[in-house]
């Protein structure tokens, strides 16, 4: 059982450029969330989805975007990166019952901007 | 306690004592509370959860205390392990009608526990 899988484990990125960092779960959650990790700060939300073909933002959306075209994969998107984007990257997923703060995250994805 | 800057909250403790992290939320609505544990290089890990309707709740080694006049909320860890060395989170977050919260939390800055043989 592989849980969260995150692709990338490590990236960098000059200013400017495009990716996209690649998440799949195998547990068939219907929840799944980004989030962003600074120095000395929790983790923040990207944007989350609660569905194929659902999706919507969170605390920091701006930069990124997201679809949702299979309950399986939740891919995040930086369309023109910049260096403060730099950051590690969290996928997450989660049951759509109650009671469902129990998140179970990826191992992340560390992304360096210059 | 946690408190926002760039500095991370630091706990040091000896092999067998227990100890008492804390955490300060912000949102006076929110219903639903939970720990992680973080370890160098992984994803946060859930630890225990509780609900704005109780003000305690125990599980193996772990208790989470709830205050909700006071907006705080306390991770317990009996007999501490080496193994317990983390950052821990606490999150929070409001509930739907149907209890649920779309994956959608609010953490805190996180506390650094250093477990000492």
């Known amino acids: 059982n592989a849980g969260v899988t995150q692709t990338p484990k490590f990236q960098v990125l000059k200013t400017g450029q495009s990716m996209t960092l690649q998440c799949a779960q195998d547990?068939?959650?219907?929840?799944m969330s980004w989030y962003r990790q600074d120095p000395g700060m929790g983790l923040r939300l990207i944007h989350y989805?609660?569905?194929?073909?659902?999706?919507d933002q969170g605390e920091v959306p701006n930069g990124y975007n997201v679809s949702r075209s299979t309950t399986e994969d939740f891919p995040l998107r930086l369309l023109s990166a910049a260096p403060s984007q730099t950051s590690v990257y969290f996928c997450?997923?989660?049951?759509?019952?109650?009671?469902?703060?129990?998140?179970?995250f990826g191992e992340g994805s560390r992304l360096t901007v210059l | 306690g946690e408190s926002v800057g760039l500095h991370l909250p630091t706990l040091s403790v000896q092999e067998g004592d227990n100890s008492i992290i804390n955490c300060a939320y912000s949102n006076s609505a929110s219903d639903y509370f939970i720990w992680y544990k973080q370890e160098s290089g992984k994803g946060p890990q859930f630890i225990i959860d509780?609900?704005?309707?109780?003000d305690k709740r125990q599980g193996q080694r772990v208790t989470v205390l709830l205050n909700k006049t006071v907006k705080h909320l306390s991770l317990q860890i009996a007999a501490t392990q080496p193994g317990d060395s983390a950052v821990y989170f606490c999150a929070e977050t409001l509930s739907n009608a149907g209890g649920t919260s779309y994956g959608k939390l609010t953490f805190g800055q996180g506390t650094i526990l250093t477990v000492h043989p």
């Open positions: 547990m068939n959650h219907e929840y």
């Open positions: 989805s609660v569905g194929a073909g659902i999706t």
């Open positions: 997450a997923s989660s049951l759509d019952t109650a009671n469902t703060g129990e998140l179970f």
């Open positions: 509780i609900r704005s309707n109780m």
